[in-house]
């Protein structure tokens, strides 16, 4: 009985073993590509560098986690090491600005410019490729340089580009369950021979991010409830289902990194989590303290998320902090950009939509560096994106490169070697294959969820690959940098693609605006943003009135007003400076006119006191207490309308 039990046992184990995926093979069994003698003979000792990118990090809500004793292990690190402040390039998109930290350029340069692209043959719409980037990036230069890499999930790298080592790239997390069990693309992983593993830890975290995975977050969480929302066309729906997928993402290419890792010791390895930022879109409408526009339900459902995930990702960070410290490496960790937290934060889930989801955005991300020749500081300093590749070379031991931006960030020496130009020997990665089409819109789909893809527009005629969005960035780029006609012209392109571009059509009018040049076409452009549902666009309108008016300009300011009324009719805002431009002229009929359709505002105060000032403009007292005493009840610390409706004998 005895051997036949342990006959049978290891009949089980032979089974199990079929089932387990092979070993990824060792680097030295992989096909690498050459090494440029002339850099390699340039570089000097350098260090391992070990990078974790947190898309969104910011300190205001780190620095509070930490003083909290939330993640002791990002409190231990800034206590060995150095901490900054990174400030992001405009406008603060991560495909832009991961890119820009990878290569040390300007988007302007690398040519990533939108999330997506047209496919030149079949004009649809489809993810950014590595092959719209026109610059070598950290995993080029350092493969040239003769040193090992292992770069996963970043931006823009399907396909993924020959490296020595490993390249996950971005597309390998389109595919969870989401999307109906699809293989990913070819060229999602390089070498090839990693796929199959690369596909195999996915599908292991989207198993074992289950019902029970969930209630870790979520107590309150029913079966029925859960399985409802895993099985919504569009993950970013709804919190519940939201969460699972930022779970999904952030476990597999944990899992991923931490494998490789473990075997393997690359002189570079990239983690990008971009979890850190779409928990904040999905999550911070609810995080505390609770805002008017929540429910007592949804607060008390989901107000935890937020700390429960960020001390998950500080788990992660002890992971990489030990394995930083096995293999001798420097740590380092930094966001493309900060995130609303606190005031100014998103109200509600549509923080996701396509005309906002860049607005809570912060210009502020974060930094840090610590390992050896690292000195520990307790002083924050401060830095940019775009020092972030150059700071990598210099830990590597890389000679700097011409074109990559330097100086270092603060922790890291300056190398005083001379500039290589690394260009001379790299080569653009290879144009993407047609991948499904079925594919590509199931990225789209998560992009557009994100609010990182709205109307998708026209498709350029001479068969270019640019979207309207990327002119539109390319426009803001260029007007930051002074370059007046070249701004003007890329959100002219812009709007050629798309006519209802409502932040071509902003930016557009801005500029001129600015220039002093064409008013009145400025001024169309503003009202047609505003009709198209530009953010803050009331805003943006009664600004400008404002302007005019107090440069004399009264007509401009009321045809400008006659306007966006007639694109938002019903804002009350609109209305009310309408009504006191009125006001001002003794046009009292229309001032009350306007007044009046403010009211439909029941808690604003100022509308009733204004419609009071226009009744006893028309000699109406009765009107105007009854107007007087509607907005004291509001608002009942006015004692300017309190003296006013004493003088009308209406107290």
């Known amino acids: 009985m005895h051997l036949r039990r342990l006959s049978l046992a290891l009949l089980l184990a032979a089974l199990a073993c079929r089932r387990t995926p092979e070993p990824a093979p060792k680097t030295a069994d992989l096909r690498v590509p050459a090494t440029v003698p002339e850099i390699a003979r340039a570089v000097h000792d350098g260090r391992r560098v070990l990078f974790v990118g947190l898309d969104g990090a910011d300190w205001q809500l780190l620095d509070g986690y930490v003083q909290s004793g939330r993640m002791p292990n990002l409190a231990a690190l800034a206590r060995q090491g150095r901490t900054a402040v990174l400030t992001t390039i405009h406008p603060p998109l991560s495909p832009l600005v991961w890119t820009t930290m990878m290569t040390g350029t300007s988007p302007l340069d690398h040519g990533i410019l939108d999330f997506t692209r047209r496919n030149p043959e079949t004009g649809t719409l489809e993810p950014i490729t590595s092959g719209e980037r026109q610059v070598p990036a950290i995993w080029n230069l350092a493969t040239e340089a003769g040193k090992s890499v292992a770069i996963f999930g970043l931006w823009a ?28 693309p070819p060229g999602v992983v390089y070498p090839p021979a990693q796929e199959a593993w690369a ?88 995080a505390p303290p609770r805002q008017a526009t929540v429910s007592a339900e949804d607060f008390q459902r989901f107000s935890r998320v937020p700390e429960l995930y960020f001390a998950e990702v500080d788990r ?51 930094y840090l560096v610590a390992g050896p020749g690292v000195p520990a500081s307790d002083v924050r300093g401060q830095g940019n994106v775009i020092q972030v590749c150059g700071t990598l070379m210099n830990l590597l031991g890389m000679p700097p490169s011409g074109g990559v931006a330097g100086p270092p960030l603060t922790g890291v020496e300056a190398s005083p070697d001379v500039l290589t130009n690394y260009r001379d020997h790299w080569r653009p990665a290879a144009p993407a294959r047609q991948t499904d089409p079925k594919a590509n819109q199931e990225e789209i789909e998560k992009l557009r969820a994100l609010g990182y893809v709205g109307a998708s527009g026209k ?21 930051e940098r002074g370059e007046t006609a070249a701004a003007t012209a890329a959100f002219e392109h812009a709007l050629a693609l798309e006519p209802a571009s409502a932040a071509a059509l902003w930016n557009l009018s801005d500029l001129l605006h600015s220039q002093h040049q064409d008013l009145d076409r400025s001024d169309d452009l503003l009202v047609r943003a505003l009709a198209a549902g530009l953010p803050d666009g009331v805003d943006y309108t009664a600004g400008r009135a404002v302007l005019y008016a107090k440069g004399g300009e009264a007509e401009r300011a009321l045809s400008l007003l006659d306007r966006a009324l007639q694109a938002q009719p019903a804002d009350p805002r609109l209305h009310l400076l309408r009504g006191r431009y009125h006001l001002e002229r003794r046009h009292c009929q229309q001032a009350l006119a306007d007044f009046d359709a403010a009211t439909a505002d029941p808690r604003s105060a100022l509308a009733q006191a204004s419609s009071g000032l226009a009744r ?36």
């Open 616 to 651: 006893l403009c028309l000699g109406d007292a009765a009107g105007a207490a009854r107007n007087f005493r509607r907005s004291l009840e509001i608002d009942p610390n006015q004692p300017e309308i309190r003296r006013a409706l004493g003088e009308i004998g209406g107290t």
């Open 316 to 366: 992660l960070l002890g992971d990489y902090r030990k394995l930083a410290e096995a293999s001798g490496a420097v740590l380092m960790i930094a966001s493309d950009h900060g995130f609303r937290w606190q005031e100014g934060r998103p109200a509600q889930l549509s923080s996701a939509a396509a005309a906002t989801a860049g607005r809570w955005h912060r210009d502020e991300g974060i």
């Open 459 to 479: 498709t350029a005629a001479d068969g270019s690959t640019r979207t309207a969005a990327s002119f539109n960035n390319e426009g803001l780029l260029r007007r």
């Open 157 to 184: 790298t399907w396909p993924a580009e020959p490296v020595r080592g490993l390249l996950v790239a971005d597309r390998l997390s389109s595919f969870t369950s989401g999307a109906a069990g699809d293989p990913p």
């Open 199 to 286: 596909r195999e830890t996915l599908a292991k975290a989207d198993r074992e991010v289950d019902y029970d995975a969930l209630r870790a977050y979520l107590p309150w969480l029913g079966r029925e409830e859960y399985e409802r929302w895993k099985a919504a066309p569009d993950p970013y729906a709804h919190p519940v289902s939201a969460l699972r997928r930022i779970l999904v993402e952030t476990r597999a290419y944990h899992a991923l990194a931490t494998s490789w890792l473990g075997r393997e010791r690359p002189d570079l390895a990239v983690i990008y989590f971009q979890g850190t930022d779409t928990l904040g879109h999905v999550f911070a409408p609810y």
